[in-house]
């Protein structure tokens, strides 16, 4: 059964904006981790946030975790075209699920 | 380029054809899986194989049929697959297992039933 869900399924932006996504998840977690999958290809790991951190930071992105809303966020800033992927959490405990995913569409 | 290689990209078989997937890393990872995805879909795990022992085995069918040699390779052996198999299959590694270790993915085998 499916753990996580993201939201929005889909988002298109103009370059240079900002992207936020959402991910919700049902069961208690170690970490939750956020991987990006352009088209084609397999899933690369982008940042990864404990169950004990609250906000992160690397390069371009910023992850948020609401462990008392079993929720957490992504946000892209300055969004490149090169951001365009399918991007989806991933919750990491007794088991380890993906999220639903979001597909981002930066237009140059 | 991955770490993770998979082989082959793609493949075409009939339902009554024997195939297997190659999954090879030589990042010394202890820990490595089989994930199904379907078009528009998150990745489904299949097996997770802990220091060469098969730990974890999301109920797959059994004309799926895992294999892991050596720490470095990973098998995925295909027997009377239908039509409903086809999809894009992932592998994954990480270092051990265990929560706090992100996976390393390859691009995956491409997989059509005719």
């Known amino acids: 059964s499916q753990q996580g869900e993201e939201d929005p399924q889909a988002l298109s932006i103009q370059e240079g904006e900002n992207a936020t996504m959402n991910c919700s998840y049902k069961?208690?977690?170690?970490?939750l981790q956020w991987y990006r999958q352009n088209s084609g290809r397999g899933l690369v790991h982008l940042i990864l946030?404990?169950?004990?951190?609250r906000e992160k930071h690397s390069g371009r992105l910023r992850v948020t975790l609401d462990t008392s809303k079993k929720s957490s966020s992504l946000l892209i800033t300055a969004s490149r075209a090169a951001d365009t992927a399918s991007y989806f959490c991933a919750g990491t405990g007794n088991q380890f699920y993906f999220g639903t995913g979001t597909s981002l569409t930066v237009i140059p | 380029d991955t770490e993770v290689t998979q082989t082959p990209k793609h493949l075409v078989m009939g339902m009554t054809n024997k195939k297997s997937l190659k999954c090879e890393q030589h990042?010394?990872?202890?820990?490595m899986y089989w994930y199904k995805q379907k078009a528009k879909k998150p990745p489904e795990l299949m097996f997770v194989?802990?220091?060469?022992?098969?730990?974890i085995n999301e109920s797959v069918p059994s004309r799926f049929s895992p294999e892991c040699p050596n720490s470095s390779l990973l098998n995925l052996h295909l027997h009377a697959l239908q039509p409903e198999d086809s999809a894009l299959y992932l592998c994954a590694s990480k270092m051990r297992a265990g929560p706090n270790q992100p996976q390393h993915f390859g691009d995956g085998t491409r997989l059509s039933i005719l």
């Open positions: 069961t208690s977690i170690n970490n």
């Open positions: 194989y802990s220091y060469e022992k098969l730990s």
């Open positions: 990042m010394g990872h202890r820990a």
């Open positions: 946030i404990r169950s004990n951190e």
